[in-house]
């Protein structure tokens, strides 16, 4: 059974118009990440929470964003979604952040047109 | 700086191939992931190292902590093993920081 789940699987947004992406873990883990990878490059950390801290990476654009409502959902939103930002978005989990262990999503492809 | 290689980017092989990914960081590590991400798939842990060596099924991992190198192997490779395998490393007490890949064709 999959225990970190990304919806949709593939998701087509409008220039500009807002989107969200999601993820929900069956792990009861305390961190979710979330990654941006773009085509032939490795995956690149956008930001993580432990528990409700919300810890973003000094080099992602404002125009993202993510909410952690509860243990098992994390949302990344994309405010303003430019042509730039299509890419593969993925979920992951951990124990903690220092844990060896991570527990990934299938990922979320968005195109944006 | 924490950095992870690996080596081939690119490897096509024909079916039944003895298959060898490389990786090699930078300074010491606590723990080495490797991945398998199919096109336009999501990423697949396969193992998680930290010494030693582990098998599963065809796939077989080793570490070498002494010289900082990992490798990745694949017996009696076959076309559905085509993929982009990932080396990941744990740093201390860093996140993961991701190699850039090596794409795996397997021609029948």
């Known amino acids: 059974d999959a225990m970190v789940i990304q919806n949709p699987r593939y998701q087509v947004t409008q220039f500009g118009k807002p989107v969200t992406l999601s993820c929900s873990q069956t792990?009861?883990?305390?961190?979710m990440y979330w990654y941006q990878q773009k085509s032939s490059q490795a995956p690149k950390l956008l930001f993580h929470?432990?528990?409700?801290?919300?810890?973003n990476e000094a080099d992602t654009p404002d125009n993202f964003q993510s909410r952690r409502p509860n243990t098992s959902f994390c949302f990344l939103d994309i405010r303003s979604p430019g042509l730039g930002d299509a890419a593969m978005y993925l979920c992951?989990?951990?124990?903690?952040?220092?844990?060896?262990?991570?527990?990934f999503g299938q990922g979320t492809r968005l195109t944006v047109v | 700086k924490n950095e992870v290689e690996q080596s081939p980017q690119n490897l096509t092989a024909q079916e039944g191939e003895f298959i060898t990914i490389n990786c090699s960081y930078s300074?010491?590590?606590?723990?080495l992931h490797w991945l398998q991400q199919h096109p336009g798939g999501g990423i697949v842990s396969l193992f998680m190292?930290?010494?030693g060596k582990k098998k599963h099924g065809r796939l077989i991992a080793t570490i070498n902590i002494q010289e900082k190198h990992s490798s990745l192997h694949i017996t009696a490779s076959h076309p559905r093993d085509s993929a982009v395998y990932i080396c990941?490393?744990?740093?201390?007490?860093?996140?993961?920081?991701f190699g850039t890949g090596t794409r795996l064709t397997i021609i029948p």
């Open positions: 990941a490393a744990v740093f201390g007490n860093e996140k993961l920081t």
């Open positions: 929470y432990y528990d409700k801290d919300f810890n």
């Open positions: 792990l009861n883990h305390n961190v």
């Open positions: 300074v010491g590590i606590s723990a």
């Open positions: 190292l930290s010494s």
């Open positions: 992951a989990t951990s124990r903690a952040v220092r844990a060896p262990e991570a527990f």
